[in-house]
């Protein structure tokens, strides 16, 4: 079936050959699915695309629905795939682990726990070597939080404007992005400051971000200083000096923030933000719950770029690959406050979920090289991107590192005005139609997301470029 399907938008592309055959899809007809989701699943839990995707089966950087059509997934799963879909090596070290033991809780000892943590926090540098293992990323940033607070005994943590830290209540605080919001009593405790976003927000230009790619804004900054940092870091002074207490219990941030789309602050800005917090008396938070694992290329964490060392480290998504688990890892002083009381974690770090996280560090570390592909294949990609960004005026903005990228739509590079939900989608529907799946981000929904599991190949990046090609040249057409 794979072979007869025409794409319903027409394009030079020509997708890379791809030796996997799914399985034959066997379950419900297409209809009766839509028919049960309308029914019995809750309606907030939206799809994406006007026709959404049935899919069946899944392959390194493939996707497959249940017609047998093949997808290239530059999304993965909301940036979880990380060393590719049901990779053999992982699949392989779960189903034994499947047939030995699944679950006993933390009550007992289990090998798999005690050899995780051990190959875990090898990766992460000194005093952070304490883990606790968490089944979410929301209920890894709501402990550290917890964590944060009952260590310093203040209670205040700050975060950017335009983050994204989580959907439970607690973590829904520090969240900061409108859609997400909800109209309940939420963010006690919580402030927010603005985000120093050198392409959207008053400063910024084309020196002040650590991507191969710059915006295309001129910049006032002379080497080796940067004026828009100093200016952010000034109004982050100033929630410091207004709107909280003179002590805070701490302040989270993505090294890259992701669901705002790959957003990236200036160079240092993070640097000078933890010590203005720790003069508070605060922790800092890194949530590398997207840019963990290699995923930026150069380095293994995303706080890593920054030249930082936190306090806490948040991790989830890739951590299994798109098994739910996930971690927080600080130091053994900071861990010891938890332990005054009992907290316990039924599901965190079962059999299961250790072996799956292992397996995964083996391959994306140790035997794939996929931190080195991130690198190579991500810069290639954010070049090749940038190349679009000149030739359309829509294109405002490319950015990213590695494989967490990000492509701004705007109605004119002037105004950076954000290109209407609508156009945008009428464009991210024609990239599908022709086989290529994208995220979406930003606070207007403006923002293409590009972060695929990290096997992707430059032969697929220059298929996913021409795609999109394709579909800015359809716009245009149409517009």
Known sequence: RQQKWKSSVSTQAKMPPCDFVPEKYKSYPYERMQKIREQFIVPSLRMYYKKPLLLHQGHMQWLFDYEGRRYLDLFAGIVTVSVGHCHPKVTMATQEQLSRLWHTTNIYMHPSIHEYAEKLTSLLPDPLKVVYLTNSGSEANDLAMFM???????????????????????????TSLGPYKHGVANGFGCTTTMLPDVFRGPWGGNRCRDSPVQTVRKCSCPEGACHAKDQYIEQFKDTLNTSVPKTVAGFIAEPIQGVNGAVQYPRNFLKEAYRLVRERGGLCISDEVQTGFGRTGSHFWGFQTHNVVPDIVTLAKGIGNGFPMAAVVTTKEIAGSLAQNLHFNTFGGSPLACVVGAAVLDVGRMEDGLQKNSEDVGTYMLLELAKLRDKFEIVGDVRGKGLMIGVEMVTDKDSRCPLPAEEVGQIWEDCKDMGVLIGRGGLYSQTFRFKPPMCITKKDVDFAVEVFHTALQRHMERA
């Open 148 to 174: 944060a607070r009952l260590h310093t005994r203040n209670f205040d943590i700050i975060s950017l404007r335009g983050a994204y830290h989580g959907g439970s209540p607690y973590t829904l605080g520090l």
